[in-house]
């Protein structure tokens, strides 16, 4: 789970599909360059949200993986809306539940998230950022290439929980089901 206080309310999101990068060894990462004024924070320390826009269009958030100088995060891209509704759907229009965060740009926006979070603790329970742990595990978890980018587009580190609707698309053909953590 993924939750945002805010002076508006508060928008928790089930999260359903995430993506893995590898920092420094990863020709699709923000950080296969080295550090920038924008991806330091991917260089730890691990916990903090990573906020980015992506195409000029729309927020992304990844939470950073790796301990202090070994730059690594997971791109949260897609979820359900568990609580916060009305707030969701102010942020979002008038679009479909499943659509309220189904996709990484849409998650952001349903909860509210821009830059300014960037370097967020979401592991802080104070943190009006943070991620929960999960009270049940998914009945399987699928795994298959990365979608949206141009480089190391064949590296298997999507995943994302196997026959939610919650999921954002394409599906690639190629997926597996691999046992729940």
């Known amino acids: ?3 945002h206080d805010t ?3 508060r928008v928790a999101v089930r999260l359903t599909e995430v993506e893995a990068y590898a920092g420094e060894t990863d ?3 923000h950080a296969w360059r080295g550090p920038t004024a924008r991806t330091q924070v991917m260089f730890g320390p691990p916990g903090r949200a990573y906020v980015y826009f992506s195409y000029g269009m729309h927020w992304c958030m990844n939470v950073v993986t790796r301990p ?3 730059a690594s995060a997971v791109l949260l891209r897609a979820g359900e809306v568990v609580e916060g509704h009305d707030l969701a759907r102010a942020r979002r229009g008038a679009v479909a539940e499943r659509d309220l965060a189904r996709g990484p740009g849409r998650l952001c926006r349903a909860l509210g998230l821009t830059g300014d979070a960037t ?3 979401v592991c802080d329970p104070a943190s009006p950022l943070r991620l929960l742990a999960r009270t049940r ?3 399987g978890i699928a795994v ?3 979608v949206g980018i141009s480089r190391a587009t064949e590296v298997p580190w ?3 929980i196997d026959g939610d609707r919650f999921v954002s698309g394409p599906r690639p053909d190629a997926g597996r089901t691999a046992a729940a953590p």
């Open 144 to 146: 298959g290439p990365r």
């Open 27 to 29: 020709p699709a990462s």
């Open 7 to 9: 002076d508006e309310g």
């Open 158 to 160: 999507r995943f994302w």
């Open 119 to 121: 370097g967020t603790d």
């Open 68 to 70: 202090d100088g070994r």
């Open 1 to 3: 789970m993924l939750v």
């Open 137 to 139: 595990v998914p009945a």
